[in-house]
């Protein structure tokens, strides 16, 4: 198995089924591109793919992979968000927020 490489921000993604799901990495986003993609045609899709391949391969940056997973997403009709970076998020779990 790959080392995940992770997303500066990770992606919230909402399926048309009402379903969602958070992806925190190049590897999670590939994953889910290759083996549970609902239509595997689509030029942003297919960009995607090799994007994320070219990241897992330290052949491109791991932004330009996650921006074409977005482009994907919403070529197929799934909604994305951008959450803050673990060590942002606020709760029981987080870390205190550092003040600037």
């Avoid at 009402?18 to 992806?23: D, E, L, N, S």
């Avoid at 590939?30 to 052949?59: H, I």
């Amino acid at each position: 198995m790959l080392a995940e490489i992770y997303f500066a921000t990770p992606l919230y993604v909402r399926f048309s089924n009402g379903t969602a799901r958070t992806f925190h990495g190049v590897h999670d986003a590939l994953d889910f591109l290759e083996n549970e993609w609902p239509l595997r045609n689509g030029e942003r899709y297919k960009r995607a793919c090799e994007r994320c391949r070219a990241a897992l391969q330290f052949r491109t940056p791991a932004h330009v992979a996650r921006e074409a997973f977005v482009a994907a997403c919403l070529e197929a009709g799934m909604p994305v968000e951008g959450l803050p970076p673990v060590w942002h998020r606020s709760g029981p779990s987080a870390p205190p927020a550092m003040s600037a």
